[in-house]
C-alpha cells in the first residue's frame, strides 16, 4: 500500500452526491498540492481538481459548481464533495500528490465512482 489511500466511492443516483477521501502517510504532507484525477478505460486520466498546500484551487470544467476539493492538513486529508452527480461522472477517480518544490509524486489506487442515471 502507498501513501495515498483513497475511500468514499461508491454508487450514487444522478442528482445526489459523494464526498471522496484521500488520507496521506508518510509524506510531508503541507509540501504536496493535492489533486483528484479521474480515467475511464482506455482514457487518459485527467484532472479533475487540485488544491496547494495554502488553499489555492483549480477545477476542471466539468468540475466547477459541483464539485469542491478541500484539505485538512492536520489530518493529512484531502476531500472531494461531489455534489449535482450525472452519470457522465462515472470513472475511476485517483487521489495524486505532487512535491511543490521536488519532483516528487504519488498516486493513490484509484476508487470507482458509478452514478446511475
Known amino acids: 500500500q502507498g501513501p495515498l489511500v483513497e475511500s468514499g466511492g461508491g454508487l450514487a443516483q444522478s442528482g445526489g452526491s459523494l464526498r471522496l477521501s484521500c488520507a496521506a502517510s508518510?509524506?510531508?504532507?503541507?509540501?504536496?498540492?493535492m489533486g483528484w484525477f479521474r480515467q475511464g478505460s482506455g482514457e487518459r486520466r485527467e484532472l479533475v481538481a487540485d488544491?496547494?498546500?495554502?488553499?489555492?484551487?483549480n477545477y476542471a470544467d466539468s468540475a466547477k459548481g459541483r464539485f469542491t476539493i478541500s484539505r485538512d492538513n492536520a489530518k493529512n486529508t484531502v476531500y472531494l464533495q461531489m455534489n449535482s452527480l450525472k452519470s457522465e461522472d462515472t470513472d475511476v477517480y485517483y487521489c495524486n500528490a505532487i512535491h511543490q518544490l521536488e519532483s516528487r509524486y504519488f498516486w493513490g489506487q484509484g476508487i470507482q465512482v458509478i452514478v446511475s442515471p
Open positions: 488544491i496547494t498546500y495554502d488553499g489555492r484551487t
Open positions: 508518510s509524506l510531508e504532507f503541507s509540501y504536496y498540492t
